[in-house]
Every structure is written in C-alpha cells, then in structure tokens.
C-alpha cells in the first residue's frame, strides 16, 4: 500500500527524551514511559521489557509519532508511541538520533 507524500506529512514525528520510565505492575511486557517534547509532555505504553530495562530507558532520546489517538492500555493512558525497529530474529532496537539534538525536533 502507497501513501500519498500528504497523508505522510500529517503524522507528527518528534525527537522525545525518555524522563521517567516505570514496569507496569501486573504486566510481563510492558513499561510506561514519560517523554519530554519541549513544549509537551507525554507518556506512552510500550512492549519493549523483553528488550530493555526500564532504568536503561531514562534519559535516551528516541523518536515518538505523537498525533495518534490515544489509547488506554492495562488501564494507562498511552498519548504517543516509541518507534522501534525488529529484525526477522524479533530483536527490538528503539530508534534514536545518531547525535545530539533539541528535544521536540521534528522528523520530515
């Protein structure tokens, strides 16, 4: 499936730096995480305990697509979402900067 250049451009792509990060109690999988944007804060629920500890996520930067509708999960407000890559073996790396940057920069 293509996507029009337009339809791409509405998606709000930032760089957020992780400020707290916290396993969700009752879950094997996922972590809460707060992210600074600049002018926003949000959080966001992700499944990446398999792969990371929660203390090794604070203060990393990663990229965060933040115009999705916001979903509760285990009963959590996620209001953005951490992008991540995986690989054929199911490793999952999150996606970051290769150098430093202003938090809230956009991604075109």
Do not use: H, T
């Not at 996507?3 to 509405?10: L, N, R, S, T």
């Amino acid at each position: 499936m293509e996507v029009a250049f337009e339809e791409f451009q509405k998606i709000d792509i930032r760089i957020g730096k992780i400020i707290n990060a916290n396993q969700i109690s009752g879950s094997k999988n996922l972590i809460k995480i707060s992210v600074d944007f600049g002018d926003v804060k949000k959080q966001s629920v992700s499944g990446l305990l398999r792969w990371y500890k929660p203390e090794d996520l604070v203060n990393k930067m990663g990229v965060f697509v933040l115009n999705l509708k916001s979903r509760k999960v285990m009963g959590i407000e996620s209001q953005c979402m951490i992008l991540a890559a995986e690989d054929s073996k199911g490793d999952v790396v999150v996606l970051q900067p290769e150098r430093e940057i202003e938090i809230g920069s956009r991604i075109r």
